[in-house]
């Protein structure tokens, strides 16, 4: 199991595959697990690269280094360990943070950018009211939930149509250590629609009809402030849409990457 060693942290990666590369990088509720329906899809086609925020999974960090302003950096060391210069970016939520500073820092190392169920830190007058929205209902949903209670990165219907999958990312998001995303500070890292001015990597946003943290007007909003960038509706799908409704996102993601060629 390969680690990359920081100064304050030890970063877990896997990889797999052969081919042109693409970076997974998971949300707040997620760590290299939940991309157990992307990995065997894309290693087809692609070398895949899956990694643990630090923090979060089996990187391990002192919550006093655990911001997301190390996050871009963890990636360069990540990719950089892995051997690969350029790669495609396919970011879920916090991950979503991740990928667009880096592709800010690194744009000739980014090939393509996905950004699902995430507004990547652009604020956007809806992603404010969003994320004031997030903040309140904080302590009331985004605590671990019981066993068949919705995590809010899922539809909230998830155990009606899905209970199977429902409980599977619940028990997912339990292995992450307590209180991870406490730390993150997802705040010290958003972006001015401004600073994307001359954006020119092939950018998608994917959202789920059902998200309940960033509806899709939310990211419409978003894909509008990205010169270039499209967006794609997800019907059935709540806040994760590579988790709830796998074919449809690999589908999805896959003729986009086809289509860039990445």
Known sequence: MPYVERAQAKLYYETYGDG??????????????VWWQQVPYFARTHRVVAFDHRGFGRSLCAPEHAQARHFADDLAAILDA?????AALVCQSMGGWTGLQFARAHPERVTALVLSGTPAGILTPQVLQALAAIAAAAAAELQAPAWNHPHPALAADIF??????????????????????????????????????????????????????????????VAAAIPGARFREIPYAGHSPYFETPEEFNLVVGRFLAEVKS
């Open 20 to 33: 042109p590369a693409v970076g997974l990088a998971h949300g707040a509720g997620g760590n290299t697990l």
């Open 82 to 86: 892995a051997g690969i210069a350029r």
């Open 160 to 221: 009606t149509r899905d209970p199977e999958r429902g409980f599977l990312y619940a028990q997912l998001a339990g292995l992450n250590p307590p209180a991870a995303l406490a730390h993150v500070a997802l705040q010290e890292v958003m972006t001015n629609p401004s600073a994307l001015a001359g954006w020119s990597i092939p950018t998608l946003l994917v959202g789920g009809t059902h998200d309940r943290l960033f509806a899709p007007e939310v990211l419409r909003e």
